[in-house]
């Protein structure tokens, strides 16, 4: 049976609908068929499933998509690739009536949401046709937005896409073009690195979620490479893995993620391309104890102290010493981020009415390998923070919670 799901269902009922969607694929009987029909269209509120005959003879061809009409849609959780970061999202799909039988041909979305993780917002207008045969779902994306407003330097970027997904959403390969513009502050470090930058990318994306089970999984990972066209030529690896189960008549959460971006050619990395960790918010760079974007590699204003005299008691009696000037750091650093990054957060909660109680731990390190020399470098730049709150699940995944953290290993100069 040819059985695919459409882009634009959304939360639950598209997770219902890829569930379903492998139990049709196995049925091998009309009767059985039919059942798990009947069972899937009353458990999809606002989604239409079209049966017709498939393209090999006793085959059958199903499609679950939206419902005709304008659709509005607000999220609050995790979403996006590869670590599901933390976001708030509200998006208009407009899917019209079909002329004929099946599907509509097109489905067109417009999208506002606001990333924790990049402080950023941004639109994007997405066009999909949703009446083809081929094995790969393909979309057009077309994306402006702003980022860093609050502890990076602020960037604004345009973007486009090309995205092939398959019917179950498990793999992705994207085509991207993209413009970017830092602004930073006059004086600031970041105008080291490069102020604009274009960049063409091909990137893979896979993503499998059991959500369903007793014991919920979940493995992100990308893959990009860089530099066909524009000024960025780099490679750039993320994962993400997540697992959940059942403890003390509470829940039990493992996370652990790895970024890793090589900047080729002998170019520099921009700072939209490097890693960085610590804060309340997002997904793959949240650190718990520390300040938003408030560890790893940094750079500090410094100043020479003025030569300073004194008396100090010896056999001679009291003699005037002078010491020689020293170089010293001044205000806070500037957070230039690292191209390795890696944590580890264990959360154990317990369900008090609507809230949860929850403790948890994390372990983290954020470098440059071009600064690392030995294994001791590498083991004094862990960081790792303990904290207890209180929160309230999200529908998308994640929490609004209160926290109380505290740091118990840090380095001189983080923020926390």
């Not at 590869?82 to 002329?99: K, Q």
């Not at 750039?236 to 493992?254: D, I, S």
């Not at 995944?397 to 290993?409: E, M, V, W, Y």
């Amino acid at each position: 049976n040819d059985v695919r799901v459409v882009d634009g269902l959304h939360g639950q009922t598209r997770q219902a609908a890829l569930e379903a969607a492998q139990r049709l694929r196995s049925a091998t009987t009309l009767g059985r068929l039919n059942a798990e029909l009947i069972e899937v269209s009353e458990r999809l509120p606002g989604a239409a499933v079209d049966v017709g005959p498939g393209a090999n003879k006793g085959s059958v061809s199903v499609t679950f998509r939206p419902e005709h009409g304008c659709h509005l849609v607000a999220n609050a959780g995790n979403e996006g690739l590869p670590g599901l970061n933390s976001a708030f999202s509200l998006r208009v799909d407009g899917t019209p009536a079909a002329e004929g039988e099946g599907p509509p041909p097109l489905r067109v979305s417009a999208e506002g949401r606001c990333c924790l993780e990049e402080e950023a917002m941004r639109c994007s207008l997405t066009a999909s046709p949703t009446k083809h045969s081929w094995p790969v779902m393909p979309s057009l994306q077309l994306g402006v937005g702003m980022a860093g407003l609050m502890t990076h330097p602020l960037r604004t970027e345009s973007s486009g896409h090309l995205i092939f997904t398959d019917v179950l959403g498990r793999h992705t390969l994207k085509l991207s073009a993209a413009s970017r513009d830092l602004r930073p502050k006059e004086g600031s470090a970041f105008l080291k690195l490069p102020l604009q930058s274009s960049k063409t990318s091909v990137s893979y994306h896979f993503l499998k979620d059991s959500s369903a089970s007793s014991q919920p999984q979940r493995l992100a990972a990308c893959l990009e490479l860089a530099g066909l066209l524009g000024d960025v030529t780099l490679g750039r690896f993320e994962a993400c893995w997540m697992r959940q189960g059942p403890l003390l008549g509470g829940r039990w959460q493992l996370r652990g993620e790895l970024g890793v971006a090589k900047a080729l050619g002998g170019s520099t990395l921009p700072l939209e391309e490097r890693f960085f960790l610590g804060g309340a918010s997002g997904g793959l760079q949240r650190f718990l104890g520390f300040a938003a974007h408030g560890l790893g590699p940094a750079s500090f204003e410094q100043r020479e102290s003025k030569a300073r005299f004194g008396l100090v008691k010896g056999l001679g009696g009291l003699n005037a010493i002078r010491s020689g000037s020293v170089m010293e750091r001044t205000g806070p650093g500037s957070f230039l981020g690292g191209d390795t990054r890696a944590s580890v957060e264990a959360v154990l909660s317990f369900p008090l009415g609507p809230m949860q109680l929850m403790s948890f731990g994390t372990l983290g390190l954020l470098v440059n390998r071009s600064c690392l020399k030995s294994m001791d470098d590498l083991s004094q730049n862990f960081r790792a923070s303990l904290g207890a709150g209180v929160g309230y699940p999200l529908p998308g995944g994640g929490h609004l919670a209160a926290t109380f953290s505290l740091p118990i290993q840090a380095v001189e100069g983080d923020a926390v």
